[in-house]
């Protein structure tokens, strides 16, 4: 029981400590809003609204309860290599947790593609950002040719093999071979994501088989 008493006296402690330091604080007046957006902002702006809001109202639940864009988990430095063009990938989680109760939510989960050095965004799904990155940043990568899905493209090491190198060699147009660039890879099954720092010069490993069956507007 006195375990249980301290406890909840450094809670209390806490909270006391965290209301002062709101009433400290100075009102928000950051580029980005602390909510939902669809205008342009840089990846750090968006970082510290998010970061704001998370210290008015709490981690717990932050990224359904705010709605607000934050950096994809499975994005991380998505694209750091290609000339002349970053890639920073976000999302919002906009599904709706109000159960019973009325409500504005959207109701999907959203990505961003942002290329901070043109100030150019896209918003849509996953798939669709990252291949709108590469129309604005690597026009012409529809057309390149697909590695067969009977190519082994990673060897024991997670290197790309000796076998894809050799089909790269035959197949590749030169001036693709770049640091940055994608690769585009014939897939089937569950295995049809677009994954960051796949191709052997740090760029996506593009799915074929999902740009087919994608948005027919990109075909």
């Known amino acids: ?12 402690i806490d909270t006391l400590i965290h ?40 981690s717990f639940g932050c990224v359904p309860r705010s709605h607000m864009w934050h950096p994809a988990i499975t994005m991380d430095g998505a694209n750091t ?13 906009l599904r709706c947790e109000h159960y019973g109760q009325p409500c504005l939510c959207v109701g999907d989960l959203m990505y961003r593609a942002i ?4 100030r150019w965004h896209a918003d849509g799904t996953e798939q669709h950002v990252v291949e709108a990155w590469h129309d604005h940043a690597w026009p012409g990568w529809r ?19 000796k076998q894809l190198a050799a089909w790269i060699e035959e ?3 030169a001036d693709w071979q770049v640091p940055g660039a994608p690769i585009r890879t014939e897939r089937s099954g569950l295995g049809t994501r677009h994954v960051p720092r796949r191709s052997p010069w740090g760029g996506f490993d593009l799915s074929a088989t999902t740009h087919r069956t994608g948005d027919p507007s990109h075909e």
């Open 115 to 118: 290329c901070q050095q043109c």
């Open 1 to 12: 029981m006195r375990t249980a008493a301290a406890g909840q006296l450094a809670f209390d």
């Open 171 to 173: 197949h590749y147009p």
């Open 81 to 93: 290599d290609t000339d002349g063009h970053g890639l920073t990938v976000l999302s919002a989680d």
């Open 143 to 161: 057309a390149l040719p697909v590695v067969p899905a009977g190519i082994t493209r990673r060897d024991d090491q997670n290197r790309p093999s």
């Open 19 to 58: 209301d002062a330091d709101l009433q400290a604080a100075p009102p928000w007046d950051g580029p980005a809003p602390l909510h939902f957006t669809t205008a342009y902002h840089a990846p750090e702006e968006l970082a510290a609204a998010f970061e704001r809001w998370v210290f008015e109202h709490g």
